[in-house]
């Protein structure tokens, strides 16, 4: 069971938005910033959004990142083909001293 | 382009020691104030963070791995590396390392290398 909750799946046709919630509590999303990663077989994992709402160089503006609270959001606008991946959510957990996930999201285009 | 890549032995026997190495190619893994850390998949789990280190030395642990894990750091290969004793079935999985970031915190991975599998298996 993973310290932070996700969905496990959303879905969307090409072209329309999709959000993937990512709930902690006051010990992790809730005092940390939060870290979002998509993960495609065969590949290496990749940084989307950092410090809850930025975008590392080389990261399409279609994915956005916001934070209220213990929850945190990932937006993906025009949704493509090559969105379909899982999605993590992290960050720190102050109580537990160690780095936490999500349990991933599988994001389907239909 | 900073890039790390993962290597080691894909299978290790239950309760031997599993090593992994991490090289850093495009960057100076001791010119840096990131953190150099070790992430694990296992089949139909989420991510798990293990640890990290500073070319310093300084290390992070995760606490329930804390007692197997030992991570070093060889900054004149510009390699940092995993050690897990006595592994068990459940420490089967896919391997990452990465580059993290550290303010107050251990904070954002990025980036990432693509993963070396592990089986345990007799």
């Known amino acids: 069971q993973s310290v932070l909750t996700q969905p496990p799946s959303v879905s969307a046709a090409p072209g329309q938005k999709v959000t993937i919630s990512c709930s902690g509590s006051s010990s992790n999303s809730g005092e940390n910033y939060v870290s979002w990663y998509q993960l495609l077989p065969g590949t290496a994992p990749k940084l989307l959004i950092y410090d809850n709402n930025k975008r590392p160089s080389g990261i399409s503006d279609r994915f956005s990142g916001s934070k209220s609270g213990t929850s945190a959001t990932l937006g993906i606008t025009g949704l493509q083909t090559g969105d379909e991946a899982d999605y993590y959510c992290g960050t720190w957990d102050n109580s537990l001293s160690t780095g936490v996930f999500g349990g991933g999201t599988k994001v389907t285009v239909l | 382009q900073l890039q790390l890549q993962e290597s080691g032995p894909g299978l290790v026997k239950p309760s031997e020691s599993l090593s992994l190495t991490c090289t850093v190619s495009?960057?100076?893994?001791?010119?840096?104030?990131?953190?150099w850390a070790w992430i694990r998949q296992s089949p139909g789990t989420g991510l798990e963070w293990i640890g990290n280190i500073h070319y310093s030395g300084t290390t992070y642990y995760s606490p329930s791995l804390k007692s197997r894990v030992t991570i070093s750091v060889d900054i004149l290969r510009d390699q940092f590396s995993l050690k897990l004793r006595s592994v068990t079935a459940a420490d089967a999985g896919m391997y990452y390392c990465?580059?993290?970031?550290?303010?107050?915190?251990?904070?954002?991975?990025?980036?990432w290398g693509q993963g070396s599998l592990v089986i345990v298996s007799a």
């Open positions: 495009g960057g100076v893994i001791s010119r840096s104030s990131f953190y």
């Open positions: 990465a580059r993290q970031s550290m303010t107050f915190r251990p904070d954002w991975l990025d980036p």
